[in-house]
């Protein structure tokens, strides 16, 4: 059994800050993948940004959110944060975590989500 728990939306101004924070907890042998989604009301979810657990910590950004966001992983603790400053308005939405990840040495890697934090910025 994998759970991951997404924690710090709430509501903010524009042009203010917040940091979300996923931990990943359960049977994990290892984790390859962590990433952030949002979906906004009406609107397909999308890739917000994604780190690789490698040395290099890969990254990758939602061309909307570069240069605002950052996002980093702690591979001890299976967490997974993403740091939001200058919020705009049309960055409202569910944000969702997801990782990919592997339950045993010999078992395929499967994606798990969380169950989403809302994120609201007022204009």
Same mark, same amino acid.
């Given at each position: 059994?994998?759970? =991951?728990?997404?924690?710090?939306?709430? !509501?903010?101004?524009?042009?203010?800050?917040?940091? !979300?924070?996923? &931990?990943? %907890?359960?049977?994990?042998? %290892?984790?390859?993948?962590?990433?952030? *989604?949002?979906?906004?009301?009406?609107?397909?979810?999308? !890739?917000?940004?994604?780190?690789?657990?490698?040395?290099?910590?890969? @990254?990758? *950004?939602?061309?909307?959110?570069?240069?605002?966001? &950052?996002?980093?992983?702690?591979?001890?603790?299976? @967490?997974?944060? =993403?740091?939001?400053?200058? =919020?705009?308005?049309?960055? &409202?939405?569910? *944000?969702?975590?997801?990782?990919? =990840?592997?339950?045993?040495?010999? %078992?395929?890697?499967?994606?798990?989500?969380?169950?989403? @934090?809302?994120?609201?910025?007022?204009?």
């Amino acid at each position: 059994q994998v759970e =991951l728990v997404e924690s710090g939306g709430g !509501l903010v101004q524009a042009g203010g800050s917040l940091r !979300l924070s996923c &931990t990943a %907890s359960g049977t994990i042998f %290892s984790i390859r993948y962590m990433g952030w *989604y949002r979906q906004a009301p009406g609107k397909q979810r999308e !890739l917000v940004a994604g780190i690789s657990s490698g040395s290099g910590r890969d @990254t990758n *950004y939602a061309d909307s959110v570069k240069g605002r966001f &950052t996002i980093s992983r702690d591979n001890a603790e299976n @967490t997974v944060y =993403l740091q939001m400053n200058s =919020l705009k308005p049309e960055d &409202t939405a569910v *944000y969702y975590c997801k990782s990919r =990840l592997r339950i045993g040495l010999m %078992s395929s890697e499967y994606d798990y989500w969380g169950q989403g @934090t809302q994120v609201t910025v007022s204009s």
